[in-house]
């Protein structure tokens, strides 16, 4: 008899965020809310990542290397990715998932490896678009790396009050005003 394929933690992550980010509901979550979209069940969950915080801390690693560093692609400008990360990483689909968002980084900030994790990411996030803000002609911003850092909190500021429909602030119209202000 041939075993099932088993799949990659990357696989298994992929799915759960996934099945994370189609949530409606905004209570917390259980390994058994997503061990039917990991394809695996909440026992499997426990044995490959050991808790639900060994499983918040896998998915913040992935998290964490699926943000770009580097050179850019060939061909591709500083600007066009800059408007292209701001739009993935901070456009969610509703109201419901600003807020979902929110909620999973305050409950975060309880459990010290995830707090580590967390500032890593955001460390690597205000990075990127500080190499992707230095690659474009924008005359008025004096320090890059400054400026990324001020980007990023300005972004996670307008996912929230995007959340609570606080004006017209999403993240994208918050990039149109730094870069105005910049060039």
């Known amino acids: 008899m041939v075993r099932p394929r ?14 994370l980010e189609q949530r409606a509901d905004l209570t917390p979550w259980s390994l058994q809310d997503v061990a039917p979209a990991a394809g695996i069940g909440p026992a499997g969950l426990i044995k490959r990542f050991g808790s639900k915080l060994g499983l918040l801390q896998a998915l913040t690693r992935r998290w964490i290397e699926l943000i770009p560093h580097g050179p850019l692609p060939e061909g591709r400008e500083p600007e066009a990715e800059l408007r292209e990360y701001v739009s993935r990483e901070f456009g969610a689909d509703s109201a419901a998932g600003a807020v979902y968002a929110l909620s999973e980084v305050l409950s975060e900030l309880q459990e010290p490896e995830l707090v580590a994790l967390l500032a890593e990411g955001w460390r690597r996030q ?8 230095a690659g474009m002609d924008l005359p008025h ?5 400054a400026g990324g850092t001020l980007l990023l909190d300005a972004l996670h500021g307008s996912l929230f009050r995007s959340a609570v429909k606080l004006g017209r602030t999403s993240p994208l119209t918050t990039l149109e005003h730094f870069l105005e202000m910049w060039r």
């Open 126 to 133: 205000a990075a990127r678009l500080a190499e992707l803000l």
């Open 6 to 19: 088993r799949l990659t933690d990357d696989e298994l992550l992929a799915r759960i965020v996934g099945a």
């Open 141 to 145: 911003l004096a320090d890059a790396e």
